[in-house]
């Protein structure tokens, strides 16, 4: 377990092996800059498009134009609405619309600059522009940056659930810088912070141990925060190299996800519930989930959870829509694979490390603590969690 103080350093390379359509994450503070040089050797000549949404704009915009002006690179810029709003028909129109009047071609880019709302709608518009143009992720959150900018994942939202209109269209490039996650609202970067909880659950107890020592640092935007994201990215990588299109292994990077989904989908897919949230709080119910089918089966006497914390998650407010998860997305029809057999469960806080839903007061607790890292890793393998 690493435990010593970590230094800022050169950027870290993560290589997808993919073959011919392998590409490169690079991670670290600063490499934004390096985007242009980095754009033009990969396909020089090419125009882009960025698409972004009105807030990251703000922040970024202005400084990815310059980065691509710098190498010689023209672009245009495209603008949609904040949040999952955007991830839908009309979105997907007006992105796809508007790369076709920047008159974007087969050997031109399309730039995704946010954060998994608008990867997934950038890359999905790529995927189906002139049937297929590449494109680049340039990951503004902490979950787009260990998740949903690797992988190849693109698409939006069905009123029948959510992801389940989309394409499996890979990057060209993946530039994951550090420092933009400095802007990021505290509750964004926890709702992140689950998704890399989820790989030190999926079977890295080591990496799981070095959270829990090493949480502030990745908070405060110390070195850390670097070598989180780089193992989260290797993590997935490794896995999307062996089951790219998802008929296997891969499936379990979707921990948490269909109860999540059916958590967003009861709240009406708003900022009351981030993805991350959901994840987290799925997590520990797929557990819970799990553990209840086993000691029914006879084959497990133990807690899922050992009320062990990685991080000071907390201040999930508002988020307890009673049946929630018996919602019409429940079953998996949500574009993530199941857990196992999804059932009705209440939320509420964790007392003792353990979620409890055996009683009807379900309601909004101020302050309910529900961190998937409250969960002991060596009860939370994959063995057990996934059928």
Known sequence: MMTAPLKHSEPITVDVALGERAYDIVIGRDVLQSLGARVAALRPGARTAIVTDRNVAKHWLEKTEASLAEAGISSSRIIVDEGEGSKSYAGLEQVS?????????????????????????????????????????????????????????TGINSPQGKNLLGAFHQPLLVVADTAVLDTLPPRQFRAGYAEIAKYGVLGDEAFFAWLEANHADIFTGGAAREHAIATSCRAKAAVVARDERETGERALLNLGHTFGHALEAATGFSDRLFHGEGVSVGMVLAAEARHDLRIRRGACQTSPCRGRSADPFAGYRGICPGRACGCRRADGADGAGQEGQARPAYLHPVRGGRPRRDCGRCRAVPGSRFSPTQVGAKSLGSRVIVT
């Open 97 to 153: 619309e508007a790369l076709i009047s920047a008159k974007i071609e087969r050997n031109d880019l399309v730039v995704a600059l946010g954060g998994g709302v608008i990867g997934d709608l950038a890359g999905f518009a790529a995927a189906i522009l002139r049937r297929g143009v590449d494109f680049v992720q340039v990951p503004t959150s902490l979950l787009a940056q260990v998740d949903s900018s690797v992988g190849g994942k």
